[in-house]
């Protein structure tokens, strides 16, 4: 007569947990990596218009590129899904557009209006964030030009209906020197690499 084995369902059930929290953290880490969050935080007066004025100009930016239907970022910059959190949140009355889901953590900040090169991490957020300011941007006379029908400032008043201010192309320069660091990632990964190739651009890029 041959003897029966009964199924170790007990390791069974041990792989197939272990197996499956593998999966989910595979799932959970390709996802981050096609996503990240950027926060605008603008210092100085008049916080409430020039938040406004930065975030047109990064949305401009963001939507250059990798365009999808039914969105539900607010945009893409090296090919990586962008959420974008203004700050500080008392000052987001005029901001519109927005559709995405912003983590309170971003990845990245983008400091406006404190004249420094290298800022202070914020407090209350995460000190592994990249910080950076929006970068030297090009002669005034060119980002200002509207004669070029697809250049910065004919599509930023098409879009928002008024000439693009500084702010506006502070924030676009931000947006351009982000996706220029991550687009040749596999996505938001290696964050020192990053943070690396956006010093980089400190100086100046061709819009």
Do not use: C
């Amino acid at each position: 007569m041959t003897e029966r084995k009964t199924p170790n369902t007990r390791a069974g059930a041990i792989v197939a947990g272990v197996t499956a929290g593998l999966i989910g953290a595979s799932l959970a880490t390709a996802a981050a990596a096609h996503e990240f969050t950027a926060a605008l935080m603008v210092h100085g007066p008049d916080r409430e218009a020039r938040l406004a004025e930065a975030v047109n100009g990064f949305l401009l930016a963001a939507d250059e590129r990798d365009g999808h239907a039914a969105e539900t970022s607010d945009g893409h910059l090296g090919g990586v899904d962008v959420q974008i959190l203004p700050l500080p949140r008392d000052a987001t009355g005029g901001v519109t557009g927005l559709v995405g889901s912003p983590s309170d953590q971003p990845d990245v900040f983008v400091i406006f209006g404190t004249g420094e090169s290298a800022p202070n991490p914020p407090s209350g957020f995460s000190s592994h964030a990249i910080l950076m300011v929006p970068g030297t941007l090009p002669e005034a006379a060119e980002w200002r030009d509207t004669s070029d029908a697809d250049g910065f400032a004919a599509r930023y008043q098409n879009e928002f209906g008024q000439a693009p201010t500084e702010y506006a192309a502070m924030g676009y320069n931000a947006a351009r020197r982000l996706e220029l660091a991550i687009r040749p990632q596999d996505g938001f990964v290696n964050i020192d690499e990053i943070a690396s190739a956006i010093a980089e651009t400190a100086g100046g890029i061709t819009w």
